[in-house]
Each structure stands twice: as C-alpha cells, then as structure tokens.
C-alpha cells in the first residue's frame, strides 16, 4: 500500500500507458514484492475486495491503485 501511494518512486510506468492514471500493473507489484504470483494475487484480490484497492484493465494488463476515500475513511473510524 504504501508503494502505491507514490507510484512514479517505486515502479516503472507500463510500456503502453507511459503513466499512473489507472495504477501500477500487477505484474510489477509482484516483481517487486518478490512474492510467488499466487501469493501475490490472493494479497491484491482481498485487498481489492475490502475496497482499498481499485483495478483497472487494459488489455491482458490488470492495473490497481489506491481508493484514497476508502482509505480516509478507515482512518478516520480509527482516530
């Protein structure tokens, strides 16, 4: 989470969007967590599942970003 809340300082931009707008490619979260593709992927999905997370497809290509206003939201009921 913490690597997507600044994107452009963690991750490459997808050869074919040359930006962030939808996210980081999944496919590169994994590479960096060094985590195997399952593991990763049952990580994202729960993620995305409780709403912190936002996908995006492109193609083949699964994008995910974060959902700030879920997030605030989280840590507003926390504080």
Do not use: A
Not at 7 to 24: A, I, M, Q, S, W
Not at 41 to 55: D, F
């Amino acid at each position: 989470m913490e690597w997507l809340k600044e994107p452009e300082k963690h991750f490459p931009p997808h050869e074919t969007l040359k930006h962030f707008n939808d996210g980081v490619c999944v496919t590169y979260i994994q590479e960096k967590t060094e985590l195997s593709q399952s593991t990763i992927s049952t990580y994202l999905t729960n993620m995305e599942k409780c709403g912190l997370l936002i996908s995006t497809r492109h193609g083949k290509w699964s994008y995910l970003k974060r959902n700030e206003e879920t997030i605030k939201q989280f840590t507003d009921f926390l504080t």
